[in-house]
């Protein structure tokens, strides 16, 4: 069941547009993680959901209601979607129990001993039963973030929408939070999660919505997402590589710099000095001493381009050469030596054809 259809939503700035052309669906039950670079439009694109923000243009549809038609009454909309920002904005005249059933009793005209009995399970629920009387400064960071949820489940939403929920907190704060969403999730509670918690928004959602270049740049399942990105700026973002290009339009290059900006990359991105050296030698044994010969006697296949990339996630370095002409395999039609010695260095190796020879080698 479709909960929130949005349809070529755009949102201008007067220096920026975080969002050019935005369609998606939320079904009931997703728990969707909204993930991206800074300043990719991911807090935009939820505020829009529930008019916070006005969209430029497309539609945003939510149980059959166009919410962007100025007719729509959005108040009424709102109590269907709750929303729990980063900030808290608990009301810090009011304690804990109050900023509670404050929305019930007055907008949902539920009678204050039954709010104050549903309330106080809610904060028993978020582990906060027994701070009920006391007032938001006298609470941590995760303890404002869980009254906060509470709030948003007082209203009896259908979806939840979390605008990084977390980022506000100190590290040793973070769990306690997420424990209560995920609890949530295990209920079935439709939710939408602005994060930039990996690994939380891989255990706890059905889908991930990638956010780059004013719209969902990709979209799946975790294990898509995180395992298979079929983007590469996806890859890049999931990985969180580093990458340095090198191309070669000459069998008369220079060896020497090219090695120099090797291990100045190598340096930047933190390498270990194995993994530094390793990627120089594997360079020289495969590309200078093997492939460029082989070019040489053969007379075509440049330019040789060279992708190293690092990544920080796993510790992990990877080299892939691609040159064109005919399929030469330098592990097993090169230099017996150097193909030795570059099975060595690496902790994987492949090669493949496919228009252009590829070699794609791991280090670890």
């Known amino acids: 069941m479709c909960m929130i259809k949005v349809e070529h939503l755009r949102k ?100 204050k001993e039954q709010a104050v009995s549903e309330g106080m399970a809610l904060l028993k629920r978020v582990g906060l039963a027994e701070k009920a009387y006391n007032f938001p400064d006298e609470l941590s960071g995760g303890q404002k973030q869980r009254v906060a949820i509470a709030r948003a489940i007082a209203m009896k939403p259908e979806i939840i929408l979390f605008d990084e929920p977390t980022s506000a907190l100190d590290p040793t704060m973070v769990g306690e939070v997420l424990s209560v969403i995920r609890s949530l999730a295990r209920d079935g509670m439709t939710m939408m999660i602005v994060t930039h918690e990996m690994k939380f928004a891989r255990d706890v959602s059905n889908r991930i919505f990638y956010m780059d270049e004013g719209g969902i740049y990709e979209e799946g399942t975790p294990e898509q997402i995180f395992e ?99 399929i030469y395999n330098p592990f097993t039609d090169g230099d017996e030596l150097s193909s030795m010695i570059v099975k060595k260095l690496s902790s994987a190796y492949e090669h493949s054809f496919d228009s252009e020879n590829r070699i794609r080698l791991s280090f670890t």
């Open 12 to 111: 201008e700035y007067p220096n920026v547009t975080p969002l050019k052309d935005v369609c998606a669906e939320i079904n009931k039950g997703d728990v969707i993680s909204i993930i991206g670079p800074s300043g990719t439009g991911k807090s935009t694109f939820l505020r829009c959901l529930n008019q916070l923000e006005e969209p430029t243009s497309g539609t945003v549809t939510v149980d059959g209601q166009v919410i962007t038609d100025g007719k729509c009454d959005i108040s009424l909309v709102r109590r269907k979607m709750g929303m729990v920002f980063q900030s808290f904005n608990l009301f810090s005249n009011l304690n804990i129990i109050d900023n509670v059933i404050s929305a019930p009793v007055n907008l949902l005209k539920v009678p």
């Open 228 to 326: 298979q990105p079929l983007k590469e700026k996806t890859r890049a973002f999931i990985k969180r590589l580093k990458q340095l290009t090198l191309d070669i339009t000459s069998t008369s290059f220079d060896f020497i710099g090219f090695e120099s900006r090797i291990e100045a990359f190598g340096r930047e991105a933190f390498m270990s000095p194995r993994i530094i050296r390793n990627i120089q030698l594997a360079f020289e044994e495969l590309v200078a001493q093997n492939i460029i010969g082989k070019l040489e006697f053969a007379g075509n296949g440049l330019p040789i381009n060279i992708t190293i990339e690092y990544s920080e996630t796993d510790s992990n370095a990877y080299m892939v050469i691609t040159y064109g002409g005919d």
